[in-house]
């Protein structure tokens, strides 16, 4: 086709995929122009990400974009947070890429805290407590004297990390910046009292650009590889969930009183409200929700909740087993199953990395006094009911920190397409639910390089195209009083 198509380029934890989006009669319509695996790798005991085979990959998906459209007007890469490459001043990476789910970080929260208390750190950052965060994978690198750290001469995030590849220029982004627990909310701006009280290098931390920013174009050596000479390289919100949040299909932006909240559904599920500004308070940290930060200075309220990373490592057990089904036919039998015979907390610690997800799961049934599954059916279907209990508390304190009622739960992303899922969570919430863009994450990357390129004006505006072009579906709360007891059950699982 003869229009011009923005490439996003939107990795998640379980997969990443190049998708084209253009305005077709003032609609934007995407294409899927690649999609591929995004498997951690084992080095020793320690888990990585496969930084070579994403840069591969990525590149194949461009050079096949080049191929497949006549121009392409931008390019912009958003990824999962807290992750990060240290570079040195020749440009060389000068360490592997930790993958989050790696057991370095086990007790360095805590360890952290005997440096800097933890409502020190929670006021200079609004950021919840996980382990995971940016600031204690750092902290593990400094007392495990990791070498690549006082030899770095940058600090990227994941996208600013292929942004580099891409452009030669180095950048920090703000969305993902702000997963860090590094960051001031208020001002964007590194915490230099943290950074110096951890004994972190603060000449790596470069300051924040904002989304819609042009970094720089495809340079010579990639464009060759490519296809694409000189296209434009165009910042998007780079966390994976400030672009998926863009593209909830509302007509407004960070109300005041929140009437919506969203779910972007992946292999994390994070639930929260889009906030004019931080909230930073007592309630905040005691219900361990986050700030972090969206398009113009807005604030993701939100907490991250275990999502379908269970649903998803079920699947890799049953592989190994040689018994896995497809998504559709796992769905068809939890709805099949009785319902309530097994409830599985999504946030159990026991299901972070478990060497093998079906046995950690049967351990926990014998701890919580649950039966162990009998069959496939009961097993999903409790990873789904966990989950959709689990949003019904995270509502709750949702609605206690924003001090109002929030009416309807939008749910975006991947899992937006389990109808199951959407239905439970309507019951279990006792709201409407409106599920899609199943995209949401590259729509909202595109957005933002339409915006960049002027070819739309404001959030709103985007939003209301995005509602538009995108089909939607609403379920609504039917059998709410069945969830009452799960519920109280549900409340003793709950760590
Ligand atoms: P991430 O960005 O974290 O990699 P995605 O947004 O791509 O995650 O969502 C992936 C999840 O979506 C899968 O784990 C799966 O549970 C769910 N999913 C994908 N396709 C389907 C489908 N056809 N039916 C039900 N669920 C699906
Ligand atoms: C979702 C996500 C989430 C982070 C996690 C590490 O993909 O970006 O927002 O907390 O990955």
């Known amino acids: 086709s ?13 997969s990443g995929r190049v998708i084209a989006g253009s305005l077709q009669n003032d609609l934007i319509e995407l294409a899927e122009v690649h999609r591929f695996a995004n498997d951690p790798v084992t080095i020793q ?10 840069w591969a ?29 240290l570079v040195d001043d020749h440009d060389q990476m000068t360490g592997p890429v930790h993958h989050y789910r790696d057991a370095r970080t086990r007790g360095m929260m805590e360890r952290a805290w005997e440096i800097v208390p933890r409502q020190e750190i929670f006021a200079a950052t609004g950021l919840q407590f996980m382990e995971l965060n940016t600031l204690y994978q750092l902290v593990a690198a400094r007392l495990a004297g990791e070498r690549s750290l006082p030899i770095a001469d940058g600090f990227l995030m994941m996208g600013d990390f292929f942004h580099w590849l891409m452009t030669g ?23 230099s009292d943290l950074l110096s009280r951890f004994d972190l290098p603060a000449k790596i931390f470069q300051d924040v650009i904002e989304p819609g920013s042009q970094l720089g174009v495809i340079q010579p050596s990639v464009a060759s590889a490519t296809g694409l000479d000189d296209v434009p390289v165009i910042v998007p919100a780079t966390h994976d969930t400030a672009s998926a949040v863009i593209a909830v299909p509302v007509n407004d932006f960070a109300p005041e009183h929140p009437s919506w909240c969203y779910i972007s559904s992946g292999t994390w599920s994070l639930m929260g409200c889009e906030l004019a500004k931080p909230l930073v308070n007592d309630k905040c940290a005691e219900l361990n ?39 559709d036919v796992m769905v068809d039998r939890a709805l099949a199953a009785k319902p309530f015979e097994l409830l599985v907390d999504p946030d159990d610690a026991a299901f972070v990395a478990p060497d093998d997800m079906l046995d950690a799961i049967v351990r926990y049934a014998g701890r919580t006094g649950q039966s162990a599954p009998q069959s496939n059916g009961v097993l999903y279907r409790g990873a789904l ?58 729509v909202g990357n595109i957005a933002v390089q339409m915006m960049g390129t002027q070819k739309l004006g ?16 609403q ?11 799960a519920a109280e059950v549900f409340r003793k699982l709950e760590q």
């Open 289 to 327: 929700f986050t700030n972090e930060g969206g398009i113009q200075g807005s604030t993701r309220l939100l907490k991250n909740i275990g999502g379908l990373w269970i649903f998803q490592q079920i699947r890799k057990s049953l592989e190994r087993r040689g018994t896995a089904e497809p998504w």
């Open 385 to 442: 009911e966990g989950l959709a209990l689990r949003y019904r508390s995270c509502l709750g304190m949702l609605e206690t920190l924003v001090g109002n009622r929030i009416d309807v739960i939008h749910i975006v992303g991947g899992g937006s397409q389990n109808e199951l899922l959407c239905q439970m969570t309507a019951d279990a919430c006792n709201r409407v639910v409106i599920a899609g863009p199943v995209e949401a994450t590259a």
């Open 475 to 485: 379920f609504d709360p039917t059998n709410a009083a069945a969830w009452d007891d």
């Open 57 to 85: 990959e990525i590149q194949q998906g461009l050079r096949a974009a080049s191929q497949q459209f006549s121009e392409v007007a931008s390019v912009g890469v958003d990824t999962w947070g807290v992750d990060y490459v």
């Open 2 to 14: 003869s229009t011009p198509v923005h490439l996003a380029i939107d990795l998640g934890a379980s």
């Open 169 to 191: 220029t180095r950048s920090i982004e703000a969305t993902n910046a702000s997963t860090t627990q590094l960051l001031d909310p208020r001002n964007q701006t590194w915490s």
């Open 458 to 473: 404001s959030i709103v505006e985007a939003r209301n195209l995005i509602r538009t072009s995108f089909g939607t579906k």
């Open 45 to 54: 005991r320690s888990m990585h990400w496969n930084v070579h085979g994403l």
